[in-house]
């Protein structure tokens, strides 16, 4: 695939830019901001006897991250580049990019459910957020908070202070809705809009540099979202966030009912399709799953391939991603839209 194309004044003839010169650009430019699927670049060049030239250089760049454990679920941090071995719908592909830069700091979203079904949680999930951020929030981190119901509040926008974002929530959960809204305005017959926060969280983080993930404390129950599972599923993976759900399920004496195990296995699909997992809040050490949240976000692969099928048409593609070592696991999200 032509990595570029001159578009140059009448006036000018045609200059052709070494392969080193494109490399170069490719990865500075990838280095300040990418796309999930395409990345564009627009340069300026002077060239000899007062010759100028445009350059546009059209990438199309799918970017991956990946976390990997051995048989025993500790993280493997040693890895290179010859280790990987990446398929697009069942065909390999050339990695062109390959970084574990363990010091990037992070942007997160917290989702947290308001909604009637989480009533018995409401403070559980402050207090538990308050360790989360505790745990993961480093000196150079930032996260944002989206407490919803049937609408979508923005209740502490990026912050790197988690006294900040615990006096927002309490506002909130003494009932200040004073709070910006994400979502739009429209008239919801439910309560739950729980694919809505995930879609729009994930928009927020769209724009973001770096490593970022969505952690949503739910119980992954809807009635009232304008977008359904799939929709949040490639809103998060085109936005190249992680999610990690915490489920918070209510039970009906001790039994799980049909709408309990349809959110468990909704939150499961979130977070295995995006590369992230999720977590039995109820059953679940919450600072070792803290902590488990916090070293695979800090050492994750970052892989980058331009896909041999060059046609955007939206469709979705499945991805797998090997390893050349025996007995280790790799996660990552399942796919990508080819947008």
Same mark, same amino acid.
């Given at each position: 695939m032509a990595l570029s194309r001159l578009l140059l004044p009448s006036n000018t003839r045609k200059t052709e830019l070494p392969s080193a010169v494109l490399t170069r650009v490719f990865l500075a430019r990838l280095g300040a901001r990418t796309a999930p699927f395409a990345l564009w670049s627009w340069i300026g060049l002077t060239c000899t006897a007062q010759e100028t030239a445009r350059i546009q250089v059209e990438v199309n760049?799918?970017?991956v991250a990946a976390s990997v454990r051995d048989a025993q679920g500790r993280l493997v941090n040693d890895l290179t580049k010859d280790d990987f071995e990446i398929l697009e719908e069942g065909t390999a592909q050339r990695i062109q990019l390959f970084a574990r830069n363990l010091d990037l700091?992070?942007?997160?979203?917290?989702?947290?459910?308001?909604?009637?079904?989480?009533?018995?949680?409401?403070?559980k999930h402050r207090r538990?957020?308050? #360790?989360?951020?505790?745990?993961?929030?480093?000196p150079r981190d930032q996260?944002? #908070?989206?407490?919803?119901?049937?609408?979508?509040?923005l209740v502490s926008d990026l912050s790197n202070s988690p006294a900040q974002i615990q006096e927002s929530l309490k506002r909130f959960e003494k009932g200040d809705r004073g709070f910006a809204r994400i979502d739009p305005d429209m008239i919801r017959t439910g309560g739950t809009a729980f694919y809505d926060a995930i879609y729009h969280g994930s928009q927020k983080l769209a724009d973001v540099a770096g490593r970022k993930a969505? #952690? #949503?404390?739910?119980?992954?129950?809807?009635?009232?979202?304008?977008?359904?599972?799939?929709?949040a599923i490639e809103a998060a993976q085109s936005a190249g966030t992680l999610v990690y759900g915490l489920r918070y399920t209510h039970m009906e004496g001790n039994r799980q009912t049909a709408r309990n195990i349809y959110g468990t296995r909704v939150m499961e699909r979130?977070?295995?399709d995006t590369g992230g997992t999720d977590f039995d809040a109820d059953r679940t050490n919450l600072k070792t799953a803290f902590r488990q949240i916090n070293e695979e976000l800090r050492t994750l692969y970052e892989l980058a391939f331009v896909s041999t099928n060059p046609v955007r048409d939206g469709s979705f593609r499945k991805m797998q991603v090997r390893v050349n070592q025996p007995g280790l696991v790799v996660r990552t999200k399942s796919g990508y839209y080819a947008k």
């Open positions: 760049l799918v970017n700091p992070l942007t997160l979203g917290i989702v947290l459910d308001f909604s009637g079904s989480q009533g018995e949680y409401m403070k538990d957020l308050e #360790v989360f951020l505790e745990n993961v929030l480093g996260a944002f #908070v989206v407490c919803f119901g049937n609408r979508l509040f969505l #952690v #949503v404390f739910s119980d992954g129950e809807d009635n009232a979202s304008a977008h359904h599972m799939i929709d979130l977070s295995r």
